[in-house]
């Protein structure tokens, strides 16, 4: 993500569609210690750490890495804003099923969102288990990428999006 | 055979528009070669040796005539005229054109076939027993699970980027497995409980590999409700916990002897917790429709002995030679199943000619209700013969050079394309079965050892299967030259249990000595077997020594067929 303070483009799902926004939250790599400042996500491990001291402070957020795990960060829920999920190659399947545990078992409702290497081709199912904002990898257009979100009219199996598979859903 | 519904049609179609903008964008260098590779091997895709490589799937091994003229008319068009067929049931064109693969994609969509998930780190096609639905020895069908798991896999939001591979295979016979369902990630043995009602004994963890494992069974008497649930419990924690530091070290079957098979079962039973009777509970209403797909075809009643059968056998010695090997006992009376065999002088095993496609196409018009199988063997099977058609089918099937009469024999050689072809292989593998057809070309002789299997595989990722074959021959890199390592006692039994690998049985040999190598353990076998022994059944309680001495005595120049005809 971009440095500390100007604004870049993500994609977010505002009510069902897929568009592009401005946005203004960076990350906070592990190590250096948070601020106190708002639009931070911040590792799981600090998040923890300091959880006394997120409510006081709105937004924030956290972010996982592939080797995280979701149910950690459930005490936080009610303190923070927004989860993102870190893809540090886009081959690495693990964000996947990060985000649909904290879908469906986890019950996180507030925004998911899929950070790193983030591309148009993985957009489609990073939809279908949950993510509901995607900061592309810089080089990309976002724009260009909507176009993923309808690669596929139908899905055979359920996930997040949707929940049912194909021969459990109305009119089939 | 399961008809797509206009649904499946249309998934089918809108990723053939998917990967032609993929192409599209990466010929406009917007998509990068490393950003493709995974994107085009999900579609079959490889950069290979000469050219790229299309592997087509061919779910379950379940072809009809019609997709088999298409796959002749791809061929023709899009490459040289002939497919190689493989050990996952599939069909391989070696020499397509990049640019030509989405037209490709769309005319294989276009009867209801395509490249989804035959390679990339994803769920793979789904295999089974190539008999399924008319062998006598078969308790469940396991076509329509194949399909419903098909459906399931195809395109899974959260599986489609795991650590590596992942095979799937389903066997529902009885006491015997064609499918070598103890070698796959998950292996489904489907059967019937005391009830009547299906139930799945579920492996996990096999592969073959630079690390040859026989999987464990993780859960017995699984109703088939929750077979798609359950398997979603195994590949959430692979997906999450399998290793992704190193590739030969990926495979799930890595991470359940890292965790044992105990553990691993656990945590998978913990994982089920959650998904049980949840909304990917298969239902009965599914089953069924898929089931209907599968219906069996208008048998006549035919008589048990058909009278043309009956005096074809007692004439003439080919035809009965033929029909011993090659023609197998059918669950319907007067009906038989035909294996036509690509394993024949000459020819590289698994290789078929556009014209012979077309050729088979038609047979199977005339012959078998218009379906054909793809073994696992590399061979192909007409299911459902009336056995009064035996005599002329067999007359046409010489004619065009696959009644070889040599299935489950020596020269029916499971091989991989290897270094002639694939671009991952340490050596050649195509020459070796070559030079072992053309050394053992004696029939009597050949028919004399009886059923052995004998796998080549040109690099340790075991296309070949060497792993399992009775001999199995693995192409390896000495300081740049090709040489070959010999196994011997691997084995698919039909279970986990009586599944083994063979062992190495010292240092490799060149491609010269192999024929030789080979003729001096085959001698080994005939002068110690006992009357109508299995090779493998004397191999296991004697031991792999002997063989080996015979092996290295002479350099490995035994002298195979012409000796050991002495000993008949």
Redesign the interface.
Known sequence: MSEAGTARCVIRIVDGVPQVVEDRWTLVEDGPSWDGSTYRLLPLRTALERSQDLGAVAPVGLWLAPNDEPGEAIGLFDSIALIGVRFPK?????G???A?LLRS?YGWRGELRALDDV?Q??L???R??GFDSFALRPDRDPQQSLKAFT?????????IIP??????RAG? | MYQYTPFDQRMLDERVEEFRDQIARWQRSELTDDELRPLRLRNGLYIQRHAPMLRIAIPYGLLSARQMRMLAHIARTWDRGYGHFTTRQNIQLNWPRVEDAPDILEALASVQMHAIQTSGNSVRNITTDPLAGVAADEQVDPRPYCELLRQWSSFHPEFSYLPRKFKIALNGAQGVDRAATAMHDIGLYLRRDEAGQVVVDVLAGGGMGRTPVVGTVIRKDLPWRHMLSYCEAILRVYNRYGRRDNIWKARIKILLRALGAEAFAREVDEEFAYLESGPATATDAELTRIAEGFAPPPYEVLAREAAPLTEALATQPGFARWHQRNVLVHRVAGYAAVTLSLKRSSVAPGDLSAELMDAVAALADRYSFGELRVTHEQNLVLADVAQHDLPQLWTQLRQLGLASPNIGLLTDIVCCPGGDFCSLANAKSLPIAQSIQDRFDDVDYVHDLGDLTLNISGCINSCGHHHVGNIGILGVDKQGAEFYQITLGGDVGPDPARTHVGNVIGPSFSAEQVPGVIGSILDTYVANRSDGERFIHTLTPLGIAPFKSAAYADGGAGTGAAEALEHV
């Open positions: 886009f081959t690495d399947g693990r996947y099923s990060t649909a078992r591309l081709d993985q489609f199912f990073m279908r288990v690669t596929f009219s139908d899905s055979y199996q359920g996930s929940d049912l598979p194909r021969f459990r089939v």
